[in-house]
Nanobody, 115 residues
């Protein structure tokens, strides 16, 4: 049973923008804190942003001021607006609860930023 479906990735030049979307199953979304994670090639997966049920947010220092996470509780969806993208943002991006639930991981969406 698919729990999370990420979309919106692509190839963009340095300084460009992308908006990622995540559609979650109702059971996976619920009233949980949700997060966007990323895994650069050859590196471990890391949390980049989280959004609490009522909308409070937190960000990794590396994306603060450039990325904005949001959620739509009525649609069981979260979003990640990414501006001023840098080559070091290149990664596969995933959504999950925060902290993550192992069997909720989806396929992710690839973001590639060219220099």
């Amino acid at each position: 049973q698919v729990q999370m479906v990420e979309s919106g990735g692509g190839l963009v030049q340095t300084g460009g923008s992308l908006r990622l979307s995540c559609a979650a199953s109702r059971s996976a979304f619920g009233g949980s804190t949700m997060g966007w994670y990323r895994q650069p090639p050859g590196k471990q997966r890391e949390l980049v942003a989280a959004v609490y049920y009522r909308g409070e947010t937190s960000y990794a220092d590396s994306v603060k001021g450039r990325f904005t996470i949001s959620r739509d509780n009525g649609k069981n969806a979260i979003y990640l607006q990414m501006n001023n993208l840098k080559p070091e943002d290149t990664a596969t991006y995933y959504c999950n609860q925060s902290p993550p639930v192992r069997h909720f991981w989806g396929q992710g969406t690839q973001v590639t930023v060219s220099s």
